[in-house]
């Protein structure tokens, strides 16, 4: 097996995926538009390239982990104007299914192979290589993958056509949601009632009520501190938005999701963009009074 390998993407995921991987013995091709990225990720054995093109040009898989729409159009452009042999090309970012599937479309009619790749973790898990890789579109492809997402990622799935695997971090991402506005529920009124909140963790976690946002969260809840992120709150709200455009096309209703937007929605305008999503405990302590 060829082991090289291209990513497009820097940011707090692409950047742990690509030093997971160079510690695994797979020389990376990376790209990134910011130079501060580019040098923490040459300095880790990442081969730096001028772009996209280049990324394609040097390496017979690509992975993409991009912001928004509008990079993620570019790139698609960029690959499939690069005169690149037919490469596959996984995107691994959380977007709208419709700018998924625009990438793949431009992609196809470069001669390239797209997978629709979310994953399952915050960038956090990615340093452990804690993630599931939720992999759709042609089964060769993903297969011929299998070896490269094992490497940065504790599991894949493959889960049929193209953009099943956007439905399926969608569906996750809804919960995930619930999850760290529930943690953050329980962790206020148990510190108000006086309780440890090392005894809470200790206690919770294992049981009924636990889960793996519990796990994660509350006890960054506990020391009420909230940075470096594992996920922004401002990323966060694009995820929300992105559901609930998903949500309503289906005629789905959703009133535990929708009854954490206005949370975080005051977590931004609180000024906690910039922090881990698990900072909406603030917003529970201030509707109740404070955290004593």
């Known amino acids: 097996m060829d082991r090289k390998v291209g990513i497009v993407g820097l940011g707090i995921m692409g950047g742990v995926i690509a030093r997971n991987l160079v510690e695994r013995g797979w020389r990376v091709i990376g790209a990134d538009v910011d130079a501060g990225r580019r040098a923490a990720l040459a300095a880790a054995g ?17 992975l993409t982990s991009l912001p ?45 192979e797209p997978l629709d790749c979310p994953l399952s973790g915050t960038g956090a898990q990615a ?13 060769a ?61 200790d206690v919770v976690a294992p049981g009924a009520g636990g889960s793996r946002m519990f796990d994660m969260r509350a006890p960054m809840m506990a020391r009420d501190e909230y940075e470096p992120a594992t996920m922004r709150v401002s990323t966060w709200a694009k995820d929300m938005a992105i559901i609930t455009q998903f949500a309503e096309s289906l005629g789905v209703a959703t009133p535990c999701f929708d009854a954490t937007q ?31």
């Open 46 to 62: 990442v081969t730096i390239a001028d772009g996209a093109a280049q990324v394609a040009q040097a390496a017979p898989i690509v």
């Open 141 to 201: 492809a993903a297969e011929s993958c299998a070896q490269l997402f094992a490497d940065f990622a504790k599991k894949s799935a493959f889960l049929g056509a193209f953009g099943n695997g956007s439905r399926m971090k969608f569906v996750a991402n809804l919960l995930v949601a619930i999850h760290n506005v529930a943690t953050a529920e329980a962790m206020t009124l148990a510190i108000k009632s006086g309780l440890d909140p090392r005894d809470v963790i």
């Open 68 to 112: 928004g729409p509008g990079p993620l159009r570019a790139v698609a452009a960029e690959i499939a104007g690069s005169g690149a042999p037919a490469r596959i090309v996984a995107e691994l970012s959380t977007l709208a299914l419709s700018d998924k599937l625009a990438f793949a479309e431009t992609l196809r009619a470069g001669g390239h």
């Open 127 to 139: 340093v452990d290589r804690d993630l599931v890789v939720y992999a759709s579109g042609a089964r």
């Open 262 to 292: 206005s949370i975080y929605d005051e977590a931004l305008r609180a000024g906690l963009g910039d922090m881990d999503t698990a900072a909406v405990c603030r917003v529970i302590e201030a509707r109740s009074g404070g955290r004593g």
